[in-house]
């Protein structure tokens, strides 16, 4: 395995991850406050799961998003 072409093929993966992920979290809040589902205050609660099925890795991960 080529240690620097790893690090960085990571790196990119995550970084796609980080900006699509972002992305859809507005969509998805802009949508929830349009429509009254939530009304901006609110702290919510999140969870995201990394999955590669090569390696047998399955890990979540919770936190929260703070809209205020």
């Known amino acids: 395995m080529e ?3 790893f690090n960085l093929s ?3 993966f995550l970084k796609m991850v980080g900006v699509q992920s972002q992305h859809e979290i507005e969509q ?3 949508k929830a406050l349009a429509s ?3 009304k901006g205050g609110e702290s ?3 969870t995201m799961t990394l999955k590669i ?3 047998r890795l399955d890990v979540t991960f919770d936190g929260h998003i703070d809209l205020q």
């Open 3 to 5: 240690q620097e072409t």
């Open 10 to 12: 990571v790196r990119k």
């Open 28 to 30: 998805a809040v802009e």
């Open 36 to 38: 009254g589902a939530i």
């Open 44 to 46: 919510l609660v999140a």
């Open 53 to 55: 099925a090569a390696v």
